[in-house]
């Protein structure tokens, strides 16, 4: 499978407790994306990556939230101090580069429950 | 920033047929891209359509086409010959500077 791939699928956390996901681009492709979504809506960005820089984050990126792509390949997106209202999909897309670098291919998402 | 509206929270069309989903959308960038995304259930996020918006041809993929009115920042997706495995909900999806700004989606169902 030559996909993204998200690991793990699904998170059961208490709320207060730290919770990392991590994402696997498709092989070559230097710009990964991380989104959120709630149940019942479209997904919103959060943060992207450009080989290991980061180069935006959204407002919906609280302090609480970091994300890292150390050596332009995976990517980890860590909750601290979770919160009910953390409770989402979180999904990781990639691109290439080149003439279809906006195209974005996503993964399967991490689904986050917070009790 | 860009904003989305799809106006069908819900469609529904007969196995065979042809359906078409509505999307409006505002931005001010002058440079963007625009996408169609499926999404069935419990699956992930798997592109459908993609169209350049400083093309004035509509983009078509097999039995996907779109209907793209820059002028009225427009964009529609038609799907002719409705398959079942076309059940899934239909998000649109401009975007600029590899930011993507999605709608809440247009919830497909396919007959038999």
């Known amino acids: 499978d030559t996909g993204v791939s998200q690991n793990p699928r699904h998170k059961i956390t208490k709320r207060g407790q730290n919770v990392t996901f991590r994402c696997d681009p498709i092989?070559?492709?230097?710009?990964l994306y991380w989104y959120r979504q709630t149940l019942g809506q479209g997904p919103e960005f959060l943060t992207y990556?450009?080989?290991?820089?980061?180069?935006?984050k959204s407002r919906l990126l609280s302090d609480r939230f970091s994300a890292e792509r150390p050596k332009g390949s995976f990517s980890t997106l860590e909750i601290q101090r979770t919160e009910q209202g953390d409770s989402a999909m979180y999904l990781c897309a990639s691109s290439p580069s080149g003439r279809l670098a906006d195209t974005q291919y996503f993964g399967p998402g991490t689904r986050l429950t917070v009790l | 920033a860009q904003t989305v509206t799809q106006s069908q929270p819900e469609m529904s069309v007969q196995e065979a047929e042809t359906v078409t989903l509505s999307c409006t959308y505002d931005?001010?960038?002058?440079?963007?891209?625009l996408f169609w995304y499926k999404q069935p259930p419990s699956r992930q996020m798997i592109l459908v359509i993609r169209?350049?918006?400083?093309?004035?041809q509509n983009a078509t993929e097999n039995r996907f086409s779109v209907n793209f009115q820059k002028a009225a920042k427009s964009f529609s997706l038609k799907i002719s010959d409705s398959q079942l495995g076309d059940a899934a909900m239909y998000f649109c999806?401009?975007?600029?500077?590899?930011?993507?700004?999605f709608g809440k989606g247009t919830l497909l169902t396919v007959n038999p």
């Open positions: 169209q350049e918006a400083y093309k004035q």
């Open positions: 931005t001010s960038e002058s440079d963007y891209y």
């Open positions: 990556f450009q080989n290991e820089a980061q180069l935006e």
């Open positions: 092989s070559e492709h230097n710009r």
């Open positions: 999806a401009p975007g600029s500077n590899y930011k993507l700004t």
